[in-house]
């Protein structure tokens, strides 16, 4: 056993019984490798990477290859889940040298921690175009030994690079200065066949989606409604959304979302019940319904925490097989259920004898078209049957050797979750969604703030490194959405105050306009970066913008939206040109040209009558709803009249109040 086993991460625990002498990233292994003048070697994963266990697998339990690790290299682990500093900087070193990136992450540092190589998976001969492991290894323990100036050279050249990386994006010109352009590329990288974005692999790209979605909603545009919602029927009739259990897979390895790869990430879950919110809020459909509930059932069964929260995801392989868990044989339907309901479920979830995931042969449930073209039996008579067989294939399945989990209650995904909760109780006023977002909010408070310091994970009882601005940034976005599903104030005016003043003052770059990632006093590495990109997660600069606007609005102080402002001017031109990959951003831009529009409701039974407003997605609508008088906010300064009133402003301009929820609608329509 090495030192790994001293940790909590269930990635880092997973390698410690590698021969390989791994550290886990801290000051002991910086420290022996300036005391011993030794290159470092950083290995970056996460506990459900496939090719992580791959290169396991093949190298790291090889006990002669261990040797030449342990003889060259100061060798350290880093799970990317508890420390994204650490993986942000070597993967921006990674997509310098090579232009791309992924996981399992292989840097090789000096002994100061900078980088001057890095790459991804490298097998254990010569074979897909790239050197063995070892011979890699060799390679740069020779080069570090014979050359090292040219080491030097290339880390300070990456270093500098690095630096001005993500500034390079700020400031690029624009080519109009509306929001036309914007989503005329973004369309462009639209799948009118499939739904989606791009080809293969395939990933929801929910972000996106939501940004049709409200610019189809705001502009009257119908064809951007339509493909929100045309992507999302298309998951939920794929392999990419779990047809027996629940939930969604990170990606399809196809373009036409029937082969997932089948890890279950949180984050990904909780930006999809929040997209599922709002287009059940604007084009209300059984199967958006269905999804929201069986997620949220799928959440609680197999990924809630026994302290509270939910664990970080679950793995694609079981018994060493990626996707064994989830994939079904035809006899085995057969043999579960009585001959002609099983012709019914294989029909409707497209299970064949030979299999339709034919690489594998075997069958991945999905949906190849509507009860109708699948049965000529009766709507309800089908439904009924599938529901019971998809119940007996759910109690069968939990009997499988389930896939690993990854038990880190991490800070940020946690508060997609409640945002994502948040959501679904506005699309289908149930309050049990309304429960589980506001249990979460409190649970994350108990578990991951100590002495008034917020964490990034706990893992095993054991808190992780200080929160990150991704924590932050998501934490008051759940406080925000909170705040206005309750219409508790004190959410957005204490909690999402507090949060976003600490970042102001703590996370703020020499410009006063973006943010680091981490403090830049507080960091071991050799450069302290910004993050912009808006990629399978919002990034923490584009969801501070909108939280300040937010809160902008909310408190009437000009200094959050300013900085909202001039965060989201300097990201125009790369906005503009890349939508899918800043589309967080894109949805502030489009909230900000747009006209600013507020209901504020007073007066007895305020929030009661507020709350059937919740059932209409209007983007950038700020509905604000006290029964008692709040001069001390600036939406109810002067406005509190014993008797129930609705008073509708836009553009800082207020129409006479009105008695009724009918006479309020029609105003804002």
């Given amino acids: 056993m090495n030192r790994l086993q001293h940790e909590t991460s269930p990635y880092l625990l997973q390698h410690a019984h590698n021969p390989v002498d791994w550290y886990p990233w801290g000051g002991e292994a910086l420290e022996r490798a300036k005391r011993e003048d030794k290159p470092i070697l950083v290995s970056i994963g996460y506990s459900t990477c496939h090719w992580c266990h791959v290169m396991e697998r093949e190298s790291f339990e090889v006990e002669a290859t261990a040797e030449v690790m342990n003889e060259h290299f100061v060798c350290i682990k880093v799970d990317r889940e508890e420390r994204p500093d650490v993986d942000q900087v070597y993967m921006d070193a990674c997509q310098a040298i090579s232009g791309g990136g992924g996981w399992p992450l292989n840097a090789f540092l000096l002994p100061d921690a900078r980088p001057f190589y890095a790459g991804t998976y490298y097998p254990p001969e010569r074979k897909y175009n790239r050197p063995s ?56 990288n639209y799948d009118s066949a499939r739904g989606g974005f791009g080809g293969a692999p395939k990933f929801p790209m ?44 990170r990606y399809t390895v196809d373009a036409n979302w029937r082969v997932p790869h089948f890890e279950k990430m949180l984050y990904d879950n909780a930006l999809l019940l929040r997209l599922l919110g709002k287009l059940q809020l604007v084009t209300p459909d059984p199967r958006y319904l269905q999804a929201i509930e069986e997620t949220t059932d799928w959440l609680q069964a197999e990924m809630s925490l026994p302290d509270g929260g939910y664990r970080a995801a679950l793995d694609a392989d079981s018994e060493g097989v990626e996707g064994k868990y989830y994939v079904w044989q035809y006899d085995e339907l057969r ?171 703590t996370f703020s770059d020499a410009e006063d306009r973006m943010f680091y990632l981490r403090p830049p006093n507080e960091s071991e590495l050799p450069v302290t970066t910004k993050d912009f990109y808006d990629n399978a997660l919002p990034s923490g600069n584009s969801q501070m913008a909108h939280n ?67 059932s209409d997605y209007r983007p950038g609508l700020l509905i604000v709803a006290s029964e008692v008088p709040r001069d001390d906010v600036p939406l109810l300064a002067n406005r509190y009249i014993t008797e129930l009133r609705y008073f509708v402003c836009e553009n800082q301009t207020c129409r006479i109040p009105v008695g009724s929820s009918d006479a309020a609608r029609q105003l804002l329509n």
Avoid at 403 to 421: E, R, T
Avoid at 568 to 574: L, N, T, Y
């Fill in 335 to 505: 043999d579960l259920l009585p001959p002609e309901d099983a012709d019914l479920v294989a029909d409707f979830y497209g299970i064949t004898p030979e299999g339709n995931w034919e690489e594998e042969r075997t069958n991945i449930p999905y949906r190849p078209g509507p009860l109708p073209v699948v049965t000529d039996l009766p709507v309800d008579v089908a439904v009924a049957k599938i529901a019971n067989a998809r119940r007996i294939l759910a109690d069968v399945r939990r009997m499988r050797i389930t896939p690993g989990a990854d038990d880190k209650l991490i800070l940020q995904w946690n508060a997609l979750l409640v945002s994502g909760w948040s959501w679904c109780y506005r699309a289908t006023g149930d309050e049990r969604y309304l429960t589980l977002a506001t249990e979460l909010y409190a649970a994350l408070t108990d578990q991951l703030n100590s002495d008034g310091r917020w964490y990034r994970n706990r893992t095993s009882g054991q808190l992780g490194a200080p929160a990150f601005l991704d924590d932050y940034a998501a934490l008051a976005s759940a406080a925000l959405d909170l705040g206005e599903v309750t219409f508790s104030l004190d959410y957005g005016l204490k909690d999402a105050r507090e949060l976003v003043d600490h970042v102001l003052e």
């Fill in 206 to 249: 929910s972000q996106s989606l939501e940004l049709l979605l409200a610019h189809g909603v705001l502009s009257g545009n119908n064809n951007d409604v339509f493909q929100a919602g045309h992507s999302m029927r298309a998951m939920l009739a794929g392999g990419i959304y779990d047809q027996i259990g629940g939930g969604f897979s």
């Fill in 548 to 614: 300040l606007y937010r809160l902008g609005r909310l408190t009437g102080e000009d200094r959050y939206e300013t900085r909202a402002n001039r965060m989201v001017e300097a990201m125009a031109g790369a906005i503009e040109r890349y939508p899918t990959s800043f589309a967080g951003w894109g949805l502030t831009a489009l909230l900000m040209q747009s006209d600013a529009r507020e209901l504020v409701v007073t007066g007895e039974g305020a929030r009661r009558a507020a709350r059937e407003f919740l």
């Fill in 133 to 188: 492991w070892t011979e890699l290894l060799l390679h740069i323990a020779k080069t570090y030994r014979e050359d090292r100036p040219s080491l030097e050279e290339q880390a300070e050249n990456l270093v500098n690079n690095i630096s001005s990386g993500g500034d390079r994006l700020l400031g690029l010109e624009r080519q109009t200065q509306g929001i036309d352009t914007l989503m005329e590329n973004l369309r462009k």
